[in-house]
């Protein structure tokens, strides 16, 4: 048994950033506190192994986690039917790329499609889905907690060794303050499980494009709801250093009037990260979020003209793998042509996270824009 205590370096951060503040929370002294016994995770070594070996220079993750009628919307982008055998045959074409792991060093999927044999970490999108908030403003919350100790367990058994729960946040609909607590509660529990049973939590609160807002609303947006994220992690004794983090980018909304430039997104990005964002956390992996892929590709490059104390990375789906898809076309004879997209894309944000990319060349398109309101995942 152990203190109830995190280790050295989330403790530390934890003290210097008080969340007695909070309303609703408790603020006894001192010499009223009660340490409690906790039980010390078995993995964290390995956990904290993990997660720095995702978090290499250079390299960062695939996303093939989309569901079945996600992968569908895609397959009929380039006339194909939505059948396991497509969705197989392109997720294979992703996987078994040649050289793939010098740039990429994990990939998310689906439960079912899980591949054991990958030359790189696998993961898991393990959440049961979105489903209406009751009591919101019509946003949503991310079921699946019950008997998730006992499928990470299995998973773990099965070679996943990271694991994602994805929730969102949208900023037309307030957000309202029950949906960002149920937001942070939710992925506090998935990652304090997780950790439990071997797999590095990967958090994803995404904050949507969707709105007409400005650049500052998205930042006043995030700070909030990685405050609470991180309130409720430190309560459920999750180790930081174990974790990623995935989170969206701060930009304005997709509807906005005025489009903001690279340096001004990563501005606001890197604020939020570092007044929210302990130190200790070795990996934020950005997801794209509907932006094109060199937008997203030039925003994470923008990130990485300085030292971060943390590793900036990509966590993309679509900024990775579009140019690929219109390349495959379904066709065999295409399958050589589409992985050589996919290392050219992957070959991109990894010059990004070491902040050497040039958009010079790029292709038409990699520059269009991906994003679909009201996007479902």
């Not at 006339?79 to 010098?102: F, H, I, K, S, V």
């Not at 990967?202 to 991180?230: C, M, N, Q, S, Y």
């Not at 590793?311 to 900024?319: I, K, L, M, P, T």
Request: glycine share 8%.
């Amino acid at each position: 048994m152990a203190s109830a205590k995190l280790n050295s370096l989330s403790s530390q951060w934890i003290a210097n950033n008080t969340f007695s503040s909070r309303r609703g929370s408790s603020s006894l002294s001192a010499s009223r506190r009660v340490s409690l016994p906790i039980r010390a995770s078995s993995y964290t070594d390995e956990l904290v192994q993990t997660a720095k070996s995702i978090a290499s220079p250079g390299r960062g993750i695939l996303a093939i986690d989309e569901s079945n009628a996600t992968c569908g919307k895609r397959l009929a982008s380039i006339g194909l039917d939505n059948t396991e055998t497509n969705r197989q045959a392109y997720r294979q074409l992703l996987l078994t790329t040649p050289g793939l792991g010098e740039y990429i060093s994990g990939a998310i999927l689906l439960k079912k499609p899980f591949i054991s044999q990958l030359l790189m970490e696998r993961s898991l999108w393990i959440a049961s889905g979105l489903v209406p908030l009751p009591g919101s403003n019509n946003e949503s919350w991310c079921q699946g907690l019950d008997g998730l100790a006992s499928r990470s367990a299995e998973y773990y058994k099965q070679g996943a060794r990271f694991a994602k729960w994805r929730t969102v946040v949208s900023i037309p609909c307030g957000p309202s303050a029950l949906a960002v607590k149920e937001a942070a509660w939710g992925l506090a529990r998935y990652a304090a499980i997780s950790q439990d049973n071997g797999l590095v939590p990967i958090v994803e609160p995404e904050i949507l494009l969707d709105g007409d807002h400005p650049i500052e609303r998205t930042l006043e947006v995030a700070e909030k709801v990685w405050a609470e994220v991180f309130f409720y992690l430190a309560e459920n004794n999750v180790t930081f250093e174990g974790i990623l983090l995935k989170p969206s980018m701060v930009t304005p909304g997709a509807e906005h009037k005025e489009k903001a430039s690279p340096e001004t997104i990563a501005k606001h990005t890197l604020t939020m990260l570092r007044r929210r964002v302990p130190p200790a956390v070795p990996g934020i992996m950005f997801l794209s979020g509907g932006q094109s892929e060199v937008e997203a590709t030039l925003n994470l490059n923008a990130m990485n003209q300085s030292p971060n104390p943390w590793h900036v990375s990509f966590s993309y789906a679509r900024a990775l793998q579009n140019t690929v898809l219109k390349t495959w076309q379904g066709r065999p004879e295409n399958v050589e042509a589409a992985q050589k997209a996919l290392l050219v894309r992957a070959k991109a944000n990894s010059l990004a996270q070491l902040g050497r990319y040039s958009a010079q060349g790029e292709s038409e398109e990699a520059k269009k824009g991906m994003f679909v309101k009201g996007y479902t995942y």
